[in-house]
């Protein structure tokens, strides 16, 4: 059972470049989540999926898309990459219906933009 | 809509001290409480939760917490600090009959000083 996937564990992109940062979960969840970690902010919500075919903005939308590709997937993609959105990426997911349970969260994925 | 507030963000306590990490939740309903641990470089995982019933709930590690409704508190405490203990703690909050989205303080950071 593995639980929340990330892809990759690691990535430097050039200012202006895009990318898609990947997330699969094999939990039946019916929420996803991403969440990006910079020093002294705690956990910052960018975008989540109550359900498949739903997403919503969370805190700090600004220069993300999503897209709820299935029940199982979450990807989450940087248009045109600046380096304001260096930071460590997580992706999350939960039983939205079941809140007495808890989230399982993905190992997180290294950004750095230069 | 259920909040959190975690007090402090960053404790340092001497190893076989106790440690002591504080949070605070606004619910309108009875809410399920959680505890998160994130050590450097991993995702975040449950310490222990609060759902019903015994409202001393104890977790991995040696770690406990209790639920005081009066004071709408949830702190974490652990009899006596091991340098192992060293991370960033997160206190979460979600609610019975509402599609609840995960909920952070903005963590704490453990220190243990030798």
């Known amino acids: 059972n593995a639980g929340v996937t990330q892809t990759p564990k690691f990535q430097v992109l050039k200012t202006g470049q895009s990318m898609t940062l990947q997330c699969a979960q094999d939990?039946?969840?019916?929420?996803m989540y991403w969440y990006r970690q910079d020093p002294g902010m705690g956990l910052r919500l960018i975008y989540y999926?109550?359900?498949?075919?739903?997403?919503d903005k969370g805190e700090v939308p600004n220069g993300y898309n999503v897209s709820r590709l299935n029940k199982r997937e979450f990807s989450l993609r940087l248009e045109s990459a600046a380096p304001s959105q260096t930071s460590v990426y997580f992706c999350?997911?939960?039983?939205?219906?079941?809140?007495?349970?808890?989230?399982?969260f993905g190992q997180g994925t290294r950004l750095t933009v230069v | 809509a259920q909040s959190v507030t975690q007090l402090g963000s960053h404790v340092s306590v001497s190893e076989g001290a106790l440690v002591l990490l504080r949070c605070n939740y606004s619910s309108s309903v009875p809410p399920y409480l959680f505890w998160y641990v994130q050590y450097p470089n991993q995702g975040l995982q449950l310490l222990l939760k609060y759902t019903t019933g015994a409202t001393l709930v104890k977790g991995i590690n040696g770690f406990e917490a209790e639920f005081k409704k009066s004071e709408t508190s949830f702190h974490l405490t652990k009899p006596s600090a091991h340098m192992s203990d060293a991370a960033e703690y997160f206190c979460d909050v979600s609610e019975a009959g509402a599609n609840s989205k995960l909920t952070f303080g903005k963590g704490i950071t453990l220190s243990v000083r030798p």
């Open positions: 999926s109550a359900s498949e075919g739903t997403t």
């Open positions: 999350a997911s939960t039983m939205t219906d079941r809140p007495n349970t808890e989230a399982f």
């Open positions: 939990m039946n969840h019916n929420s």
